[in-house]
């Protein structure tokens, strides 16, 4: 009955809206190939509407969305709105095969989807493939009318989104290394809303200009929309100040330097307070393992009003590559403000206390020459994960049999030195597997790096929800020490997290949202290698805390 009486008010709002107080944002994403030049070299990429990056999807709390995409490319699609929270409309989430089939070409699918509790940066993107190299772009949720930021009103606000560039297309790139069994090709470039900037192979090649004016507040919103790798985002001669990361608030705290992982989001505050004239923002690769990178640094500009073009541009120096401490500074800076109007819910008592390895493996493989007849895998607990040919979803909702097994681990097979570098097994099992929580549970989850091929950082999404990072370290986890430092008063609330290289981090959250949520390395590759599993959240008591009905476009597989 909700659902239908939700559909009534939804189609009132759009022909008859004077008749009742409507909050629905409609947007159409036509998903489209357009030619475009980076790096001295013209290549055709996929689109939403012809625009890379993406159009911003502008919300306020509480607002019903509506966002008809249209797939016109040869590729099938799947939109995934990467942090929004999806209370009982999984339908809605995006990933492919996961709680949809994917948007065949020449069908279209309208995603439905109330943001509910929710305000700040997030971001979009295709969920299929590794179309989201380019299928990508931000989710700006206002607070409600009359509801101020927890910080003053900036004077203007800016997406600022960060990414990469291959040359080559994309799909070639994965699909090589797939056939060799090898790790795939890194970007050329990355790119600062879609601009590398002046690059020494490419000096032609401009990049984006950000023009300001002097005494002002501008708010930078800041997303990592890249497929492989953490970034640092650095501005010459100015300070940040952090009030948000993945659309939740912090305690302010001022930084030269931020540190941003595939899927993070950040909101920070820059005052114009220095002399007139042009300063360099950078966007570098962070990688503290032996990992090869695109070590390329995208470059743009703040540009002051009244400042000459011929005025020399003030610099800055990126961190290192591997400035480990840099962005431990900032990572252990974050706390969640924690005011009476926003709380930090921190699950105090735990029905499941799980712990999940991460990391990669080495299987048979015949057919890859390259890699000599093995293939790299990635997997949780040992556990690569192969993709379903039916949705998780779908297959839950309507009890299809034979598409998943409900026996995914909740701790490591073997007990070893995970971080260590001693000769162990390289091999992983396969399997479609979830784990099975009931509504309302409380979860504990320690996500363990591996050093079985070598330590590396992993920035894990975890959708449906939001989560709290209790505590990190180093080395081994050790459950009967390490929870004594946990932070359960203030952590940080996020939706993306990395596991720092060769360490652990711990997180907790409750099961408040039935349906089937994927949980994920948001490095593309390690995805599409099998790091990666879901969890099944059975419905609770009654239809407002059950799954609701499909919509009748869903797409089929």
């Known amino acids: 009955m909700e659902h239908w009486v939700r559909f009534v008010v939804l189609m ?13 944002r409609r947007y159409t994403f036509n998903v489209m190939t357009k030619s475009t030049t980076k790096l001295c070299s013209t290549k055709s990429i996929v689109t939403v509407n012809g625009q890379f990056p993406g ?11 509506l966002v008809n995409v249209v797939n016109q490319v040869k590729y099938n699609v799947s939109i995934h709105w990467h942090g929004v929270r999806q209370l009982r ?48 772009g931000a989710i700006v949720i206002l607070p409600k009318r009359g509801v101020p930021y927890p910080f003053p009103k900036p004077h203007k606000e800016v997406v600022v989104t960060l990414g990469e560039w291959w040359k080559s297309d994309t799909e070639a790139v994965i699909n090589q290394a797939l056939k060799s069994g090898l790790a795939p090709n890194v970007s050329d470039a990355h790119t600062i809303n879609g601009h590398p900037g002046p690059l020494s192979n490419c000096p032609s090649q401009g990049g984006f200009t950000l023009p300001v004016l002097s005494g002002k507040t501008y708010m930078l919103r800041i997303i990592n929309a890249a497929l492989n790798e953490e970034l640092f985002f650095k501005i010459a001669g100015h300070k940040l100040t952090v009030v948000e990361v993945d659309a939740t608030y912090v305690k302010p705290f001022n930084t030269d330097t931020i540190v941003i992982a595939p899927g993070q989001t950040t909101n920070a505050l820059i005052a114009t307070n220095q002399n007139t004239g042009k300063y360099l ?6 990688m503290d393992s032996p990992i090869a990178v695109d070590n390329m640094t995208a470059k743009a500009t703040i540009h002051y009003s009244g400042t000459l073009a011929s005025t020399a541009t003030t610099l800055t120096k990126p961190p290192p590559q591997n400035a480990t401490q840099v962005a431990n500074n900032f990572i252990n800076s974050l706390r969640s403000l924690n005011s009476k109007k926003y709380p930090a819910k921190v699950p105090q008592t735990i029905d499941h206390n799980l712990m999940f390895t991460v990391g990669l493996g080495v299987n048979p493989c015949p057919t890859c020459k390259a890699g000599n007849g093995s293939r790299v895998v990635a997997s949780m607990n040992n556990v690569t994960f192969v993709m379903p040919t039916t949705a998780l979803l779908q297959a ?24 260590g ?5 390289l091999q992983t099992k396969t399997g479609t597997k979830v784990f099975k929580l009931a509504y309302n549970s409380t979860v504990q989850l320690v996500l363990q790096d591996t050093g079985i091929i070598s330590p590396e950082n992993h920035p894990i999404h975890l959708h449906g929800f939001n989560f709290f990072a209790i505590g990190k370290g180093l080395g081994n986890y050790n459950p009967n020490k390490d929870p004594k430092n946990f932070n359960l008063i203030d952590p940080v609330e996020r939706n993306t997290i990395g596991v720092p290289s060769g360490g652990w981090v711990a997180i907790r959250f409750r099961a408040d949202n ?24 059975a419905n609770g008591k009654g239809p407002n ?13």
């Open 545 to 557: 805390e059950s799954i609701l009905p499909p919509p009748h476009d869903l797409p089929k597989c």
């Open 89 to 136: 409309t999984g339908w809605a989430d995006g990933p492919a095969y996961i709680t949809q089939c994917p948007i065949q070409p020449g069908q279209n699918y309208l995603y439905n989807f109330t943001i509910s509790g929710q305000r700040g940066t997030l971001l979009w993107h295709a969920h299929i493939l590794w179309l989201r190299a380019t299928l990508h």
């Open 421 to 425: 570098k001693q000769p162990r097994n």
């Open 281 to 286: 923002v950078t966007a570098s690769p962070f």
């Open 514 to 537: 039935p349906g089937v949520w994927f949980m994920h390395c948001h490095l593309e590759v390690h995805t599409t290698w099998g790091l990666k599993m879901a969890f099944l959240v």
């Open 396 to 419: 839950h909702y309507f009890n299809i049999s034979g598409v998943f097994t409900t026996d995914f681990p909740s701790k490591p097979a073997h007990v070893f030195d995970y971080t």
């Open 12 to 24: 009132v709002c759009l022909f008859f809206p004077p008749m009742v107080e409507c909050k629905v």
């Open 55 to 65: 159009p911003t999807l502008y919300a306020r709390e509480d607002d019903t969305v």
